[in-house]
């Protein structure tokens, strides 16, 4: 997936130095009232089980998600009913924030790149104590006309106990499309 992201940074860098940028002239000061204007609160939604599930998404020094369902995750694990069931009562939901370290403009939209996140909790199931570590790639879209976020978060790794789950072919990927912001009361 690192392979995959640097070509689209290299794709995104070659399109706007062949003349793919929309003629506005992007510099170091104008690029921070950009990423400025970004920072905030976005409401949106992720879908689990084809059911809309409310998410919040800040982007200021850093990127934070919450709550991230943990659902799609736990069910690679947890594959019997009861103990899927009880592995999510013991979690319920989480934040993940992770640092922005990268930030391209090309034709009118804004991408956020950020450090993979490294998840790990301690869930008891049937009295057994299951240490899982999951390891996310999260990336995000911004539009400059619209002010709507996308995100996405693919997990690339996902063990319990030491034991490694198949996450490549068979992908879990949060996505969240058109998250608006929410407006900050004017004092």
Not at 159 to 186: H, Q, R
Request: aromatic content about 6%; glycine content about 4%; overall charge negative.
């Amino acid at each position: 997936m690192k392979i995959i992201k640097s070509i689209f940074v290299c794709l995104l860098l070659l399109c706007g130095l062949n003349g793919c940028e929309s003629g506005t002239e992007i510099n170091e000061n104008s690029g921070q009232q950009i990423y400025n204007d970004i920072k905030g609160t976005y409401v949106g939604n992720i879908v689990v089980d084809n059911i809309p599930q409310k998410t919040n998404i800040t982007i200021g020094n850093d990127f934070s998600v919450s709550p991230l369902p943990l659902k799609p995750i736990l069910s690679r694990i947890f594959t019997n009913e009861a103990e899927l069931t009880e592995a999510l009562e013991s979690v319920k939901s989480i934040t993940l924030t992770t640092p922005i370290t990268e930030m391209s403009i090309i034709d009118g939209f804004v991408y956020l790149f950020m450090k993979d996140i490294e998840w790990e909790a301690n869930i008891t199931v049937n009295g057994k104590m299951h240490k899982i570590l999951a390891t996310m790639e999260p990336l995000t879209q911004w539009s400059m006309s619209t002010n709507a976020l996308t995100m996405n978060i693919e997990v690339t790794d996902l063990i319990c106990n030491n034991e490694s789950y198949n996450v490549k072919e068979n992908k879990i990927i949060y996505f969240v499309d058109s998250a608006t912001k929410e407006e900050t009361p004017k004092m």
